[in-house]
């Protein structure tokens, strides 16, 4: 089966529900309107969003929206057992057993009201995984047409190469910013190059909005100066230098707000110059390129 085709830049929803903007459904059908205005056609979704509640909740919404399943794609994660109302577990812990990846997916399928999702994750990985065990429910589910495409999240290339001894990997998403860009260093994105599968990063803007140190205060003085130059916002210029790597990264956006889900798709059509593009590596280091 061919990889799916999903949108350059991705809507996160982890904060849709009651772990940020608390969103009615009326609110979250009017957030995936403005995203498929923008052309951001793909949402992705972990169980655990909400202590298990969002995909419900966006699974309702959707219902209401009126809009067809085949022009949107959903992407979910599966593989951690978080502590909520919602489950009765004594403790944090990953599960990567055949069956549950089985009813964690179909669990999902019911909550966000569709027959199939466009992509599986496995959340994080598990030192207790068993690569046949996770293949054969993952061949299960492609072979039940209740997922087309398989990737992972958070996981290295050791840890890559360890589940394709079993089954193709078609993507993983990871951590990825210009605060946090050693993927381009410790052979994560190299990796991925290699072997066909594209990477998808979360938290793409890193700390700039949320942290003040050395770090951001010298990326803030250049990215400010940058705006000017390029006529956009900063946070357009964050995605702009992430998108230009060649490795075809696809960033997951969090915002919930319209302007800068606007700001996130003008980063596609923005060229950086190169130097401009080595800036922002060099300030993010603290010193100039090896």
């Given amino acids: 089966m061919l990889k ?24 979250m ?10 052309q951001i056609t793909t949402f992705d979704h972990a169980d655990i969003y909400g202590g298990h509640t969002t995909e419900e909740d966006f699974g309702r919404a959707f219902g209401q929206s009126g809009i067809e399943r085949n022009t949107i794609q959903l992407i979910s994660k599966c593989g951690i057992k978080y502590l909520s109302e919602k489950r009765d577990y004594n403790i944090k812990h990953y599960d990567y057993s055949a069956e549950y990846i089985i009813w964690s997916v179909e669990n999902s399928l019911k909550n966000l009201q569709t027959d199939y999702l ?14 046949e065990e996770i ?28 589940i394709q001894r ?20 410790d052979g994560s994105l190299d990796f991925m190059q290699l072997n ?19 770090q951001t205060e010298r990326l803030n ?38 302007q800068r889900i606007k700001n996130a798709t003008q980063a596609l059509t923005l060229k950086l110059d190169l130097e401009d593009w080595f800036k922002i590596w060099t300030e993010s280091m603290g010193t100039k390129v090896p």
């Fill in 196 to 214: 066909g599968i594209t990477p998808m990063c979360w938290n793409p803007l890193g700390t700039i909005f949320r942290e003040k140190n050395d």
């Fill in 29 to 38: 059908v009017s957030m995936m309107e403005t995203c498929l205005n923008e």
């Fill in 118 to 131: 466009d992509v599986v994750l496995l959340h994080r990985p598990s030192p207790l995984m068993h690569t």
């Fill in 135 to 162: 293949a054969e429910a993952i061949d299960k589910l492609k072979h039940q047409g209740k997922i087309r495409s398989f990737g992972l999240s958070n996981f290295t290339p050791s840890q890559t190469q360890l």
């Fill in 221 to 258: 003085v250049l990215l400010n100066n940058l705006s000017s130059k390029y006529q956009v916002a900063t946070d357009t210029i964050l995605l702009a230098w992430i998108v230009q790597h060649p490795s075809g990264i696809l960033p997951v956006i969090g915002t919930t707000s319209p």
């Fill in 166 to 185: 079993e089954i193709a990997v078609d993507f993983n998403q990871i951590q990825f910013s210009a605060t946090h860009h050693e993927p381009m260093t």
């Fill in 4 to 27: 799916p085709k999903l949108s350059r830049i991705i809507a996160g929803t982890m904060t849709w529900g009651s772990w940020g903007k608390n969103l009615d459904s009326k609110g």
